[in-house]
């Protein structure tokens, strides 16, 4: 089963070991699977700066993703009411699609009045 969060752009931090690089994220998505829960979206970079730091983010072994921060109310709304929906959830992965698919196991973390933290 799958529940769109947003399907336009929403901006998306990626918080690593250098520092935090932002991008924006298109046709994001929760996804039931058994007891995980799959947090999905496409990385859409904007301009060749974004690109740049993407393409150093799938290229990069070292890249060191920390986090992930987003601000937007209608993906945390609609995130909240899916694991309320689904207390049988036990784990949240995290896919970001571009190049290739990269997944991470999170913890989801509310935050500020409209914002989420994917911590990793």
């Known amino acids: 089963m799958i529940r769109r969060l947003r399907k336009g752009t929403t901006s998306i931090e990626l918080n690593n070991k250098f520092g935090t690089d932002s991008v924006n994220g298109e046709n994001t998505e929760i996804e039931l699977a058994g007891k995980r829960a799959i947090f999905r979206t496409t990385l859409k970079p904007c301009n060749s700066n974004q690109k740049d730091d993407i393409d150093r983010f799938y290229e990069d ?48 973390v509310p935050i500020e009045n409209d914002g989420i933290l994917l911590n990793f």
Not at 73 to 79: D, H, T, V
Not at 80 to 97: A, G, H, K, N, R
């Open 61 to 108: 072994s070292d890249y060191g993703l920390e986090s992930i921060t987003i601000i937007d109310g209608q993906i945390r709304e609609k995130l909240v009411q899916f694991m309320e929906t689904y207390p049988q959830i036990e784990e949240l992965s995290v896919e970001l699609i571009y190049t290739s698919t990269k997944s991470y196991v999170a913890d989801f």
